[in-house]
């Protein structure tokens, strides 16, 4: 039988790392790490039926077991992803030093890193740069292939995809 005190806490504490690369030190995340929901889609015949016997035989102990399962996989996950997501980072950043110092900074980098995609508009309003310097730094990145453009409306996105690529996996 699970105990959940102490075998599922310590997972959620010290499995996921909590950090935020912009302040570079270990804090809690502000948004949710955890993706359960593609556990249970994985597993749906498995979560209805233990659901339904919940429901009818009151067997509530196997469907914790199903969600705690599940919770554990998904962690182990989030972990592994977030390992490369900061390789990634790391290899980036050495990678705009070399090939394109003359627009590197750490904190454009970090910028690149907040979303698989990037606008002007998210480097200005961190008070980076101006919005012409910001276009043109996103231009080289983009030329050095870093980055890729795509127009919507009237603004440009630049995805970063490395970072999308893995996000996809």
Request: glycine share 2%; proline share 2%; net charge positive.
């Amino acid at each position: 039988m699970f105990n959940i005190r102490k075998d599922m806490f310590w997972y959620l504490k010290y499995t996921i790392p909590y950090t935020n690369v912009h302040q570079n030190r270990l804090q809690l995340l502000d948004k949710p790490l955890l993706y359960l929901s593609s556990y249970i889609i994985k597993k749906k015949k498995d979560y209805y039926d233990l659901l339904s016997k919940v429901r009818h035989d009151k067997n509530w102990e196997e469907w914790m077991k199903f969600i705690l399962t599940g919770v554990e996989e998904t962690t182990k996950e989030t972990a592994v992803l977030i390992y490369n997501i900061k390789a990634l980072l790391d290899k980036t950043v050495k990678d705009i030093k070399e090939e394109a110092p003359e627009v590197y900074s750490k904190e454009l980098v970090e910028i690149l890193f907040e979303h698989p995609y990037c606008k002007v508009s998210f480097i200005v309003d961190k008070g980076l740069y101006e919005r012409r310097t910001a276009m043109k730094y996103l231009r080289v990145l983009e030329q050095k292939g870093f980055l890729t453009s795509k127009k919507r409306g009237k603004q440009v996105l630049f995805i970063n995809t490395a970072l999308y690529d893995l996000l996809k996996q």
